[in-house]
Each structure stands twice: as C-alpha cells, then as structure tokens.
C-alpha cells in the first residue's frame, strides 16, 4: 500500500511541500508553535467574572462601625481597598482618571445613626462605563450590606433593617454594554486596520518586484516608510469618524469631551499600530507570514487590553502583558473622552504612553529597513 502511494503522481508534490515547510522555520513555528502559545496566555488570563476591583475609601466616620464594614467590603473579594480620599472631590478625580474603579462613601454620622438604633447608610460610586465592574460592584455591595446588617441585627432585639449600602453608577447610569463596547470597536478597528495591513507593505513591493523601483529612488528610508504609513493614518481616521457617527446615531453613543483632543491622541495610536505593522514586514518574507504573524498580535491586542474582557480580573502577568499593547491606553482615552468627558490632564500617562510607543515603533522601523534587494 505505501509503495503504491509512493509510485502514485501525487507523493513527489506532497514531499516537496513537506520538505519546503520544514526549511521555513518561520511558518512551522507559527503553525505548531503560536496556537499552543496563545492556548496557553489565553485560557490563563481571560476572566468573565470582575473581582478585586480598584477601589478608595472616604471614610468621613472615622469610627469602629465604618472601618468594620470596609473590612466586610473588602473580604466579599469585589473591592480592592487601594487607599483614603479626603473629599468628594477627589473621589470624582481618581475615578475620572482612572486609578480606581469605584469609592465607598460613609458620611459621618454612620456611628451616630447605628448606635442610636436608626438606619445608617452608606454609599459605593461605581465607574458604570464598564458594565461588569458596575454589576460586580452592585453585587459586592449587597453582599457587604447584609452581612455587616446581620452582624448588626445579633447584636439587637428586632427593629429596622440597622444598614444600607448604595450603589450609585457614574457615567453610563443605565449600565448599557453598547456605551462601553462601541468606543472599543473605535480603538479594535483602527488596530485591524493599522497593524495587518501595513504588515503587507514592504513584503507585499518584494513579492511584486517593485521594490527595486524603490531602492534606486533618492528618496531616504524615513521619507519612504513615511511614504506608505501617512496614507493609511488618513484611512484610519476616515474609519474612526464613520464609526463615531454610526455610533452617535444608531446607539446613542455620547460624546462628553473634546473631540480635537480625541483625534490628536488617536494620531499617535494609529502610528504605533502602522510601526508594528512596519516591523513584521520587515521581518518576514512572503505575505502568509505577514498575516500570520500580524493575526498573532492582534489576539493579545484585543484579548488583553480591556476591550472585551476587564483588566482587573485577570492575573498579574496578563496585566503586566497588556501595558506594552498600544489599545490598552487608546481604550482608557476613549472612554475617558467619550464618556466621562476627560481632559488632557487626567488622560496624559495613557498619551505620553501613546506617543512614546510611535516614536520608538516607527524609529525602529527605519532602523530595520535596507534600501537594499536580497
């Protein structure tokens, strides 16, 4: 049977393949390799379920009962007690910037009310433009209330319910998924765009032969690669303004902020994006690589940054994975500016990020670059 496989026209093609895929390192890695890799990264990393999130504490009690229900709030494992605010309005500031993700408000006369027997209240402000944290947030709170009640309750004879925990969401009251996945799609689309298609570029004038053309013009390597990314941050920002106005009149997406500052910053995303696109394609030799490679940093970039599932859940490694991808920042920018109305002032780490990543990205995509022909 094999002998007759092997007498058959089609074994010296299958053989040839075998042997070809097996010289180009590149691909065999990609093929057997990535998937287990992003296997691996992925199925660690991706949590549905929001825990530990980001979380400061005004605590305007100061007394034994208000410090006993932080605890019980922070052992429901929703809350990550980060630190103390002093006002509210730095409650509105840590949150609007983006250092935490909720507040717990005790006003004080918390002590007062649960030692005379009244009703005392609390209050959780929670970043609604995530749902999930949101959701998380509700739960967790309805957890610490009725256990810190029914502590309470132990200690008395019967009367009202002694503790009540509210939960008050701050930029996307209704919690709609629309309103946080939307501004994401913005940040998802420009990095399809930006980051596989430029991959493309430089492989895509060897493969034609043009390349040549290209190395015997004076034109230098900066002005070149200049050349071929600026078309494309046009094209970016064509599909992110048709993806803001879609989203304005089909799902009632706010825009609270500046829109001049949105498309300054998204400058310097769209380029980093081109600069990676860049590097792949100068890095590899045919456009399957160029693909391949190109799809493989997209999964983190979309997995990882927050788009689609909350940073604060997963593991710190994961976390640490998501700081060197360009959308993670663009993310926060676009919600900040979209939907909490953010200044330049409380969105500048996630924007000096941004430009750095281009500058660095695009520098080392001329560096790599050779006016030469193998």
């Known amino acids: 049977m094999l002998a007759r496989f092997r007498r058959a026209g089609l074994w010296p093609m299958l053989r040839k393949e075998f042997i070809q895929l097996r010289r180009d390192r590149l691909t065999l890695a990609m093929v057997v390799v990535l998937p287990a890799v992003q296997l691996l990264l992925f199925g660690y990393?991706?949590?549905?379920?929001?825990?530990?999130?980001?979380?400061?504490?005004?605590?305007?009690?100061?007394?034994?009962?208000?410090?006993?229900?932080?605890?019980?709030m922070r052992n429901t494992g929703n809350f990550r007690v980060i630190g103390s605010v002093a006002s509210r309005a730095e409650v509105r500031r840590v949150i609007e910037r983006g250092e935490a993700s909720a507040a717990v408000i005790i006003p004080p006369d918390f002590a007062a009310n649960l030692k005379r027997g009244r009703s005392a209240t609390a209050q959780i402000v929670v970043d609604a433009a995530d749902p999930m944290a949101a959701s998380a947030a509700i739960s967790g709170a309805a957890l610490a209330g009725a256990a810190r009640s029914s502590a309470i309750?132990?200690?008395?004879?019967?009367?009202?319910?002694?503790?009540?925990?509210?939960v008050r969401p701050w930029y996307n009251p209704g919690m709609r998924s629309e309103a946080y996945i939307v501004p994401g799609v913005i940040g998802v689309l420009l990095s399809i765009t930006s980051l596989v298609v430029m991959s493309l570029a430089v492989v895509r004038e060897r493969e034609r032969g043009t390349l040549e053309q290209l190395v015997v013009t004076p034109l230098g390597r900066t002005s070149l690669l200049l050349g071929k990314v600026l078309p494309?941050?046009?094209?970016?920002?064509?599909?992110?303004?048709?993806?803001?106005?879609?989203?304005?009149?089909?799902f009632d997406i706010p825009v609270r902020g500046s829109l001049l500052l949105l498309y300054?910053?998204?400058?310097?995303?769209?380029t980093a994006n081109l600069g990676i696109g860049l590097l792949i394609s100068t890095a590899v030799k045919s456009q399957v690589q160029a693909t391949q490679l190109g799809y493989f940093v997209m999964?983190?970039?979309?997995?990882?940054?927050?788009?689609?599932?909350?940073?604060?859940?997963?593991?710190?490694?994961?976390?640490?994975i998501g700081l060197?991808?360009?959308?993670?920042?663009?993310?926060?920018?676009?919600?900040?500016?979209?939907?909490?109305?953010?200044?330049?002032?409380?969105?500048?780490?996630?924007?000096?990020?941004?430009?750095?990543?281009?500058?660095?990205?695009?520098?080392?995509?001329?560096?790599?670059?050779?006016?030469?022909?193998?």
């Open 153 to 166: 309750l132990a200690q008395r004879t019967g009367g009202q319910p002694p503790l009540e925990v509210r």
């Open 264 to 270: 300054l910053i998204a400058g310097a995303f769209i």
């Open 299 to 320: 999964l983190p970039n979309i997995l990882l940054s927050g788009f689609m599932f909350p940073r604060e859940s997963m593991p710190e490694i994961a976390q640490w």
């Open 324 to 374: 060197v991808l360009p959308l993670t920042y663009f993310l926060t920018v676009l919600r900040g500016i979209l939907l909490k109305s953010a200044s330049l002032s409380a969105i500048w780490p996630e924007t000096l990020a941004l430009v750095t990543m281009a500058t660095v990205l695009f520098s080392l995509s001329v560096l790599r670059f050779r006016k030469t022909v193998e």
């Open 232 to 250: 494309f941050v046009a094209v970016g920002y064509v599909q992110m303004t048709v993806v803001l106005v879609l989203g304005k009149l089909v």
């Open 45 to 72: 990393a991706i949590r549905t379920e929001v825990r530990n999130l980001p979380t400061v504490v005004l605590d305007e009690s100061q007394s034994s009962e208000s410090r006993a229900l932080i605890d019980v």
